[in-house]
């Protein structure tokens, strides 16, 4: 083993984009912030305080040998059992915009499933590396590690939480892929899974209203297609070089929550075509590092890992940008360092300082 320093281009493009995550969040929310709870930084200062927390963990998680999470994956993928159950629990897990999904910490709030997409990729991590030659048998090799990923996936179902749950079942499916499974067993996955989502579609009124919406927004431009009528609005006007930073007209109230799920949108109208160009190569030289950093191990456990968080990352923030410009139906995802939400940022940054260790053990 070979160890060196770890990949300071990639910790560096992590803190940019986080920060400008930070300063996007002020100029959405500052208008609402004010008006609801009469500070105009209510929502920075909490974000901030998470950004800190963050830093210290991916410079404390880029010290910790990646072995120690192969050591000890099956208790992480069982406190995260838990800590799901635990969450459904009325008393214990609160409710916020319908779903059972949260632990209350004063004002702040922790989402347990953003924590398991980690313990799930370490585990499915773990049992790819030691079963290497049984994955070409569906039966013995494939299906005991689904059934896991799908017992969390009903967990997380429940909540319910049906966009942390295709990113997590996204991700694990693309890294069991990489495994070296037959490609016509996945083949066959699809078509159950495309099965399975329609059903889930038909018996939640709700995700029907979003395909409905998606599909024509105006058929309910006050309801179900309102965020995404009120995205496009914003992300319009952008042009070349946006409208100027603070100068988003959609954050006066017209998109809900715009420093959440739809912050892009408000990046698109202050900053235009620039704006996005940068966020995207931001992204774009994140995941270049992090799968740089997963093909040159020889260690299978790292390269899964690495391979897994990144591509993690990188479906998320592909869901995030598909909403906002309409291209699929609201889910309900962030985009990753830059949308509000402690739980994320932390998971985010959380990945970023394994990926790190990772990157200074290279076998």
């Known amino acids: 083993m070979k160890n060196k320093k770890m990949d300071l281009f ?7 984009i986080a920060l400008f995550g930070l300063v996007m969040i002020y100029s959405a929310s500052s208008i609402w912030a004010e008006y ?11 974000q901030g305080f998470f950004f800190m927390i963050g830093v210290i963990l991916m410079f404390f998680l880029s010290k910790v040998d990646y072995h120690f999470y192969y050591k000890k994956a099956n208790y992480i993928l ?3 059992f838990i800590l799901l159950v635990l969450v459904l629990i009325p008393g214990i897990g609160i409710i916020r915009n319908g779903s059972r ?6 004002s702040l709030g922790i989402q347990p499933s953003e924590f398991a997409k980690i313990g799930l990729i370490l585990y499915v991590s773990k049992y790819l590396a030691n079963n290497k030659k049984n994955m070409r048998n569906i039966k013995s090799g494939v299906l005991p590690i689904l059934s896991v990923i799908f017992l969390f996936f009903g967990l997380i179902m429940l909540e319910p939480d049906f966009g942390t749950a295709m990113v997590i079942v996204l991700t694990l499916i693309v890294l069991i892929f990489i495994s070296g499974v037959d490609i016509s067993f996945f ?7 495309l099965i399975g989502i329609v059903g889930l579609i038909l018996i939640a009124p709700y995700r029907m209203a979003r395909i409905v919406s998606f ?22 006007p952008g042009g070349l070089l946006g409208q100027g930073f603070m100068h988003s007209r959609q954050k006066h109230f017209y998109l809900p ?17 620039l704006g996005v160009l940068i966020v995207t190569s931001l992204f774009f030289f994140i995941f270049y590092r992090a799968i740089t950093i997963s093909l040159n191990q020889s260690d299978l456990f790292a390269k899964y890992v690495s391979f897994g968080l990144c591509f993690g990352i990188l479906i998320q923030a592909l869901l995030n940008l598909c909403v906002v410009v309409g291209i699929i139906p609201v889910t309900g995802v962030t985009l990753p360092f830059l949308s509000y939400g ?17 990157s200074r053990n290279q076998h």
């Not at 999904?101 to 004063?106: K, L, Q, T, V």
């Not at 599909?215 to 319009?236: E, K, M, R, V």
């Open 36 to 46: 609801k709870f009469q500070d105009a930084f209510k929502f920075v200062k909490a």
């Open 257 to 273: 929550e715009p420093q959440t799920d739809f912050i892009f949108s408000i990046i698109s109208e202050e900053f235009g075509f």
């Open 187 to 193: 083949v066959k996955i699809g078509i159950i899974g």
């Open 215 to 236: 599909l024509n927004p105006w058929t309910d431009p006050l309801g179900s297609g309102f965020q995404i009528i009120q995205s496009l609005y914003a992300i319009g």
């Open 78 to 80: 069982f406190g995260c």
């Open 101 to 106: 999904s949260w632990f209350g910490i004063g």
């Open 342 to 358: 402690g739980s994320s940022l932390l998971v985010s940054m959380a990945s970023i300082g394994i990926i790190l260790n990772i």
């Open 10 to 16: 990639l910790f560096i493009a992590v803190l940019v």
